[in-house]
């Protein structure tokens, strides 16, 4: 197994155990830019899909901050986390190797966003919950968007 090929699934299954949406809005807003992933990745190519993760990106970096926002590791959380993980660990995986790259996301952002929880709950307890979510979404569209720039490449015509 060539563990460095998988390391852009890895690292986007990570980006999702923080914020499931990022995951598919990064890649969906790559498509729309013109780029093109390893894998396949047919379903943001359709309008609808594109545009609807890149409002549930942004959506879900708004209502995080919410007082009534659920942990990231109830279960519609983490089902949210592991479908996301599994589309953009697969679309990010060299050809031929989508279901490895969607198995090693998924295996990175499940018990990730255990520990992710863990920090931004110490977060919350010393500088606030909206303050500390505005620094963890910094950081993880950030780490979201490195990933999918450096692991696609513009798309051939």
């Known amino acids: 197994m060539n563990t460095p090929s998988l390391l852009p699934s890895a690292l986007i299954g990570a980006v999702a155990s923080a914020r499931s949406m990022t995951p598919m809005a990064t890649l969906a807003t790559a498509r729309a830019a ?17 545009y609807g993760a890149m409002a549930m990106g942004v959506g879900e970096l708004l209502g995080d901050k919410m007082k009534t926002a659920p942990d990231r590791t109830v279960f519609l959380g983490l089902l949210a986390r592991v479908m996301s993980a599994a589309i953009a660990g697969a679309a990010l995986a060299p050809a031929g190797r989508e279901k490895a790259g969607a198995a090693v996301a998924v295996a990175t952002a499940v018990p990730l966003a255990y520990l ?42």
């Open 34 to 50: 013109g780029r093109g992933t390893t894998g396949e990745l047919m379903l943001l190519d359709r309008p609808l899909f594109k």
């Open 116 to 157: 992710t929880l863990a920090g931004r709950k110490q977060a919350m307890a010393r500088i606030g919950q909206t303050r500390s979510g505005l620094i963890e979404d910094a950081l993880v569209v950030a780490a979201g968007a490195a990933v999918v720039a450096l692991a696609t490449r513009p798309a051939r015509d």
